[in-house]
């Protein structure tokens, strides 16, 4: 009884001095909370965004000089490239790295001189990654000196000397066909046409190009029993070809080959249609290939012109399987009709040769799975693939990186039903678009 009461006298007391004690100031109302989140531990943490690296792809372009219309056809063509790479997000390598390419030119004022002095800024300031070459062969093999000096990869297109690509160079590798058989074609075509043909005049401009082109026609078709009457070069720029059509018509050949590049071919193609000069075929080199050409009107009629690529081409994914190949990039109709809603007309080989130049480039990289010069190397020393433009291989032994993959078409001008001129392939007969016009009526 004792014990309780002391208790219980301690349990009034505290009481006491509860009832005493100031009151609690209320809780402050809470902020409903968002459910909790899960913690990543540290083994689960997110991966981070693949990275994205840009590189320089440069050139020079001839904005100004004698080649500007055949280099604006090949810039148009790369930069098509570069849309159609943009629009699909860039270049994926395996480990989720995407690549993103800037372009980098210059106007080399169609000079070897300020090509070479312009791939070295592209090299040394520019920090170009890979190269693209000029327009032309002679442009072209400045540049590759310069490329093959630095260690940097340079895809060549509109140029088709086989020269370049006999003196040693690794790091060169070629989109056209090489010069050697871009005239061989229309020897044929004209052995077949005509048994009775035997006399060919070969004119063609002193430059490189038209130079190598020449030296490995004349023996072809000496080879194939024609007799070469005129074998005879015309300097660059020249204007007045009068002189010199005097001396074809002289040598009473059955057709004229050679030429050069857009402005002389086309200036001589004008002339020996105003001179009637009787002769049954004319090829010529370049200039009928370019779009620019059917501003020449009648006097286009019947040129015969070497081309490496033509709206017409058959080359599809079908015939790629049929060649045991892979296929790679847009089909012949996809880049014909993109180039001709971006640049308001069909696009010819100089054009298609920009854009393959890109493609090819880009196929490389993608097989690398890098942007490392031996890697991408590597993957260019083993394509074999067919594209819209045909088939791309480079030879790897005696002629490294000479094209040995891809074929000429021979196209021809004509009138077609409503008076317009085009231009159907009329050679190799399995790609021929059009019944050819032989013999020339002058």
Not at 76 to 91: F, P, S
Not at 328 to 354: I, L, N, Q, S
């Amino acid at each position: 009884m004792g014990r309780w009461m002391k208790i219980s006298g301690i349990l009034v007391a505290l009481a006491v001095l509860a009832a005493c004690a100031p009151p609690t100031p209320p809780a402050p109302t809470a902020t409903p909370m968002a459910p909790a989140q899960p913690q990543p531990s540290p083994t689960a943490a997110a991966s981070p965004a693949p990275a994205v690296k840009t590189i320089v792809l440069g050139f020079t372009a001839s904005q100004t000089g004698k080649l500007t219309k055949e280099s604006k056809e090949q810039v148009q063509g790369l930069q098509l490239w570069l849309e159609d790479l943009k629009r699909a997000g860039g270049i994926r390598l395996p480990d989720g790295t995407t690549i993103q390419v800037e372009l980098k030119f210059y106007d080399d004022e169609s000079t070897k001189e300020r090509v070479q002095q312009l791939y070295v800024k592209l090299i040394t300031e520019d920090k170009a990654d890979f190269l693209i070459s000029p327009y032309s062969s002679g442009l072209a093999d400045a540049a590759a000196v310069i490329a093959e000096q630095y260690g940097k990869l340079m895809i060549t297109t509109g140029a088709a000397s086989d020269s370049t690509y006999e003196k040693g160079y690794q790091h060169i590798f070629q989109i056209y066909t090489p010069s050697s058989r871009y005239l061989t074609g229309a020897i044929d075509f004209l052995k077949k046409m005509d048994p009775n043909a035997k006399r060919i005049a070969i004119v063609y401009e002193n430059e490189k190009f038209s130079t190598d082109v020449v030296k490995a026609a004349k023996p072809y078709a000496e080879s194939q029993g024609f007799e070469v009457v005129l074998f005879e070069g015309y300097e660059t720029g020249t204007t007045d070809f009068g002189p010199f059509i005097n001396k074809i018509v002289a040598a009473n050949p059955d057709a004229i080959i050679g030429g050069g590049h857009f402005q002389d071919g086309s200036t001589l193609a004008k002339q020996l249609f105003e001179k009637k000069v009787p002769v049954k075929m004319i090829a010529l080199l370049v200039a009928p290939a370019v779009p620019e050409f059917a501003q020449l009107g009648d006097a286009a009629v019947g040129v015969i012109g070497p081309s490496q690529w033509e709206p017409g081409a058959k080359y599809s994914p079908d015939t790629a399987r049929a060649a045991g190949l892979p296929w790679y990039g847009p089909t012949v109709e996809e880049f014909v009709k993109a180039y001709k809603d971006k640049y308001g007309y069909e696009p010819g080989y100089h054009a298609a040769g920009g854009y393959a130049a890109g493609l090819v480039l880009q196929k490389a990289i993608e097989d690398a799975g890098s942007i490392e010069t031996a890697k991408v190397k590597a993957a260019l020393e083993k394509m074999d693939i067919m594209t819209f433009y045909g088939r791309i291989k480079f030879d790897t032994e005696k002629a490294h990186g000479k094209q040995i993959g891809h074929e000429m078409v021979y196209l021809q001008w004509q009138k077609d039903a409503s008076g317009n001129l085009v231009r159907p392939i009329v050679w190799p007969e399995a790609a021929q678009a059009a019944k050819p016009l032989y013999p020339l009526s002058r």
